[in-house]
């Protein structure tokens, strides 16, 4: 079965510059998350989603950021414009619907790096 | 609310030798804890889940974890370690409404 999938796997780009990263959850469950992996403040959520409706965004670090589920097969984060401190790896994860002991699968990273 | 603390940002035991990464937790309703491994340049990886079932609970590569209520704890063990196990180590614990917690993580070095 596949994964989460995301994309890009590594972006470079300039401070002031618009950058949009992208996640495919597995096929058949209602919940996405986004989170960011820094040294300093290791695995943060930013939001989260349920059946492409945003549920929880209070860890969204400024409005510098948004996240969109279109439909249920496909989720963007974006920011703009970007700064330095955005560097970071970027995880989307997605768990099936039930109990809340339902496991949250991750995709491998989007590692982000502004110059 | 819920939350996590994992004991020890290091831990480095040789090949061969047991693995105890420790893992506290503080939840206001029964938790359900999870146990996720991170390798270099990777996601997160399940490895056990604990959900009320048995307090011992096996996971993947021959890791095990045991739920001790009184002591609010969920220690990770392996009777030996491997070199393969170098990784991260993340617990968590489910802070409802399918969200989870995250421990700040263990870096676990493997000597040969």
């Known amino acids: 079965d596949a994964g989460v999938i995301q994309s890009p796997r590594h972006e470079v780009t300039e401070m002031g510059q618009e950058v949009t990263l992208r996640c495919k959850p597995i096929s058949g469950h209602d919940y996405l998350f986004w989170y960011r992996q820094t040294m300093m403040r290791g695995l943060e959520l930013l939001i989260y989603?349920?059946?492409?409706?945003?549920?929880?965004d209070s860890g969204m670090p400024e409005d510098r950021f948004s996240a969109k589920m279109p439909n249920a097969s496909f989720s963007t984060l974006k920011i703009q414009p970007s700064e330095p401190r955005d560097s970071a790896v970027y995880f989307c994860?997605?768990?099936?619907?039930?109990?809340?002991?339902?496991?949250?699968?991750f995709g491998d990273g989007t590692r982000l790096s502004i110059l | 609310a819920q939350s996590v603390t994992q004991l020890g940002s290091h831990v480095s035991v040789s090949e061969g030798a047991l693995v105890l990464l420790r893992c506290n937790y503080s939840?206001?309703?029964?938790?359900?804890l999870f146990w996720y491994v991170q390798y270099p340049n990777q996601g997160l990886q399940l490895l056990l889940k604990?959900?009320?079932?048995?307090?011992l609970v096996k996971g993947i590569n021959g890791f095990e974890a045991e739920f001790k209520k009184s002591e609010t704890s969920f220690h990770l063990t392996k009777p030996s370690a491997h070199m393969s196990d170098a990784a991260e180590y993340f617990c968590a614990v489910s802070g409802g409404a399918q969200k989870l917690v995250f421990g700040q993580g263990t870096r676990l070095t493997i000597n040969p």
């Open positions: 989603f349920n059946n492409n409706v945003p549920i929880d």
């Open positions: 939840s206001s309703v029964p938790p359900y």
């Open positions: 994860a997605s768990s099936g619907t039930g109990d809340s002991n339902q496991p949250q699968h």
């Open positions: 604990y959900t009320s079932a048995a307090t």
